[in-house]
T-cell receptor, first 116, second 110 residues
Framework: NAGVTQTPKFQVLKTGQSMTLQCAQDMNHNSMYWYRQDPGMGLRLIYYSASEGTTDKGEVPNGYNVSRLNKREFSLRLESAAPSQTSVYFC???????????????FGEGSRLTVL | RKEVEQDPGPFNVPEGATVAFNCTYS??????FFWYRQDCRKEPKLLMSVYSSGNEDGRFTAQLNRASQYISLLIRDSKLSDSATYLCVVNKNQGGKLIFGQGTELSVKP
C-alpha cells in the first residue's frame, strides 16, 4: 500500500542550487497538492492540480514551479533555492477534482529541505 | 487576518478530561470543513469531516457554526494517544483550494 510517495525525504542545498521534489500516488486520485510546513505557520498551499493537465497557484507560489506529468505524478521544482525555502514539504492527493466539498487529502511522509 | 485561525496551545490536560478546540474562518462561501491530526514529525491524517451542522465519531465531536464562522472539535475522555497537533482545514470553494490553520497542540498527561 504505497499511497503517496515523495522523494527525496531529506535534502540539503546551497543557495542558488535547483532541485525537483517528486511525488507519485497510486490511488488513481484526480487532485494533487504541494504544501510547505513551517513552525508556527501551519501548512501553506504552494500549488495544486485539480486534474491532469491543470495547475493553479496556492498561497505561496513564488520561487516554485510545478508539473503535473500525468495523473500519478506531480513534481515541485525550486529553480534557485533560497534559505527562506527551508521547510518540510508535503505532497497530497485527493479523490475529488476540487469543488466545494473536497477535503479528504492523503499525504506523503514529507520531504525535509534545508537551504544553506 | 488569517483565513483560518486556531489557538496554537499547547493544551495540557489529564487523562480522562474533556477538551475543546475552536477554529475560525474568514471566507463565508466555504462549504466544507475538516479536522486533521498530525503526530510529531509525521504527515497529517484526516480525523473528521464537517459538512453540515456537525459530526460525531466516538469520543470526537465536531460542530459548525456558519453564522459565527467557526468550527469546533470536542474530545471526551482524553487518552494519552490523543496527544498530537489538530489542524483545522477549510475548503475555500475556489476550485478545490484547501487552507490549513496553524494547528492546536494537545498534550494528554497521565
Amino acid at each position: 500500500n504505497a499511497g503517496v510517495t515523495q522523494t527525496p525525504k531529506f535534502q540539503v542545498l546551497k543557495t542558488g542550487q535547483s532541485m525537483t521534489l517528486q511525488c507519485a500516488q497510486d490511488m488513481n486520485h484526480n487532485s494533487m497538492y504541494w504544501y510547505r510546513q513551517d513552525p508556527g505557520m501551519g501548512l501553506r498551499l504552494i500549488y495544486y492540480s485539480a486534474s491532469e493537465g491543470t495547475t493553479d497557484k496556492g498561497e505561496v507560489p513564488n520561487g516554485y514551479n510545478v508539473s503535473r506529468l500525468n495523473k500519478r505524478e506531480f513534481s515541485l521544482r525550486l529553480e534557485s533555492a533560497a534559505p527562506s525555502q527551508t521547510s518540510v514539504y508535503f505532497c497530497a492527493s485527493s479523490p475529488t477534482s476540487g469543488g466545494p466539498m473536497a477535503g479528504e487529502l492523503f499525504f506523503g511522509e514529507g520531504s525535509r529541505l534545508t537551504v544553506l | 487576518r488569517k483565513e483560518v485561525e486556531q489557538d496554537p496551545g499547547p493544551f495540557n490536560v489529564p487523562e480522562g478530561a474533556t477538551v475543546a478546540f475552536n477554529c475560525t474562518y474568514s471566507n463565508s462561501a466555504s462549504q466544507s470543513f475538516f479536522w486533521y491530526r498530525q503526530d510529531c514529525r509525521k504527515e497529517p491524517k484526516l480525523l473528521m469531516s464537517v459538512y453540515s451542522s456537525g459530526n460525531e465519531d466516538g469520543r470526537f465531536t465536531a460542530q459548525l457554526n456558519r453564522a459565527s464562522q467557526y468550527i469546533s472539535l470536542l474530545i471526551r475522555d482524553s487518552k494519552l494517544s490523543d496527544s498530537a497537533t489538530y489542524l483545522c482545514v477549510v475548503n475555500k470553494n475556489q476550485g478545490g483550494k484547501l487552507i490549513f490553520g496553524q494547528g492546536t497542540e494537545l498534550s494528554v498527561k497521565p
